[in-house]
C-alpha cells in the first residue's frame, strides 16, 4: 500500500503518491484487455478526489515522467484509519505485491511484515525468539508499537484524569455544602424528633439517606448529560474528518464507577452534616 502526498494539476489528473504518480485515463477497454491488467484497490478518499470507481482503468508510474502501467480499479474501500492520519490529506491504495514490484522495478524489499497470530497471547514469547534470531530486523508486539506512538494521547489521557479530580473535589465540596445548609434547615426538626425519643442514630442515618441520594441523583444526570455530550462529539468529528473513529466513548465501568464515587462522596458528606446537626444538644435545636 502507497499512500498519496499531493496533486497536480496536468493533461490528467496526477497524484503524487509517496514517490510515485497516479493518473486518470478514459476507462477500461475491451474484457481480453481488462483481464491482463492489474487490479488495485482504491480507498474512498483517493475514488473520490480521482472520480473514479470500480470497472475505471487508471495508469499508475513512479514519477510523473513515466513510464506508466495500466491498472483496473475492481473495488473501493474504506482503509482503517489512526487517530495519528486523523486531518492528513493522504489517500491509499493497493495493489498485489508482484504488481507494486513491477512498478518500483524492484523487488525483495520491505519496509515492515505484520505477522498474525492464531494465539495472541503467545505474542511476547514470539518477539522474543524472533529477536533472539538476529536476522536484521526488530520484531514489536502491537502493544508496544502502540505505546510508541500514543505518547501525545497518554498526555491528553493524563491531562483528562487531572481535571476529572479536580472536579470531583470541587464537586464533593459543593455536595458539603448543600448538605451542611440542609442540616442547618433541620436543626428544629431533628430538635424534635430527639425530644421525642428518636435516637440520634436514626436522625443521621436519614440525613446519610438524604446526602446519598442527592448525589445519586447528581450522578444520575451528569451521565445523562455525558451520553448526550458523546454522540455529539462522535457525529460532529466523525463528519468533520470522515472516519468511522470514535472520539468520546462511555463505558459501564466508568459509568459504574461514577456511580459508587457519587455513592461514597454523598455519604461522607452525610455524615459530616450528621455530625453538625447532632453536636448540639436538643433543647438547644429547638430554641429552649
Given amino acids: 500500500m502507497t499512500r498519496a502526498r499531493r496533486i497536480t494539476a496536468a493533461v490528467a489528473l496526477l497524484v503524487g503518491v509517496g514517490g510515485g504518480w497516479i493518473a486518470v485515463r478514459p476507462g477500461p477497454?475491451?474484457?481480453?484487455?481488462?483481464?491482463?491488467?492489474?487490479?488495485?484497490?482504491?480507498?474512498?478518499?483517493?475514488?473520490?478526489r480521482l472520480g473514479v470507481g470500480p470497472g475505471a482503468q487508471i495508469d499508475?508510474?513512479?514519477?510523473?515522467?513515466?513510464?506508466?502501467?495500466?491498472?483496473?480499479?475492481?473495488?473501493?474501500?474504506?482503509?482503517?484509519?489512526?487517530?495519528?492520519e486523523?486531518?492528513?490529506?493522504?489517500?491509499?491504495?493497493?495493489?498485489?505485491?508482484?504488481?507494486?514490484?513491477?512498478?518500483?522495478?524492484?523487488?525483495?524489499?520491505?519496509?515492515?511484515?505484520?505477522?498474525?497470530?492464531?494465539?495472541?497471547?503467545?505474542?511476547?514469547?514470539?518477539?522474543?525468539?524472533?529477536?533472539a534470531a538476529s536476522l536484521g530486523f526488530r520484531a514489536y508486539t502491537s502493544t508496544d508499537l502502540a505505546a510508541q506512538s500514543s505518547s501525545t494521547f497518554e498526555v491528553i489521557t493524563r491531562f483528562h484524569r487531572a481535571i476529572g479530580v479536580v472536579t470531583i473535589l470541587a464537586s464533593s465540596v459543593f455536595l458539603v455544602a448543600i448538605m451542611t445548609l440542609r442540616g442547618e434547615?433541620?436543626?428544629?426538626?431533628?430538635?424534635?424528633?430527639?425530644?421525642?425519643?428518636?435516637?440520634?442514630?436514626?436522625?443521621?442515618?436519614?440525613?446519610?439517606?438524604?446526602?446519598?441520594?442527592?448525589a445519586l441523583l447528581g450522578s444520575g444526570i451528569g451521565i445523562g448529560l455525558g451520553f448526550l455530550l458523546s454522540l455529539g462529539i462522535n457525529a460532529y468529528y466523525q463528519r468533520l474528518f470522515d472516519t468511522a473513529l470514535v472520539f468520546s466513548r462511555i463505558t459501564s465501568p466508568l459509568v459504574g464507577m461514577a456511580t459508587i464515587l457519587s455513592a461514597l462522596l454523598g455519604v461522607a458528606a452525610g455524615a459530616v452534616a450528621a455530625w453538625r446537626l447532632l453536636r448540639r444538644t436538643p433543647l438547644d435545636q429547638v430554641g429552649r
Fill in 29 to 48: 477497454g475491451g474484457a481480453s484487455e481488462q483481464a491482463e491488467i492489474p487490479p488495485v484497490f482504491l480507498s474512498d478518499l483517493a475514488a473520490r
Fill in 60 to 84: 499508475l508510474a513512479i514519477g510523473p515522467g513515466g513510464p506508466w502501467h495500466p491498472a483496473r480499479v475492481v473495488r473501493v474501500y474504506r482503509p482503517a484509519r489512526y487517530p495519528t
Fill in 86 to 131: 486523523l486531518g492528513q490529506e493522504e489517500i491509499e491504495f493497493r495493489l498485489h505485491l508482484p504488481d507494486l514490484q513491477a512498478l518500483a522495478g524492484r523487488g525483495d524489499q520491505v519496509d515492515s511484515i505484520v505477522v498474525r497470530l492464531r494465539d495472541p497471547a503467545s505474542a511476547s514469547g514470539v518477539v522474543e525468539r524472533l529477536n
Fill in 185 to 214: 434547615a433541620m436543626q428544629q426538626q431533628a430538635g424534635i424528633l430527639r425530644l421525642i425519643g428518636v435516637s440520634p442514630r436514626t436522625v443521621a442515618g436519614a440525613m446519610l439517606l438524604v446526602a446519598a441520594g442527592v
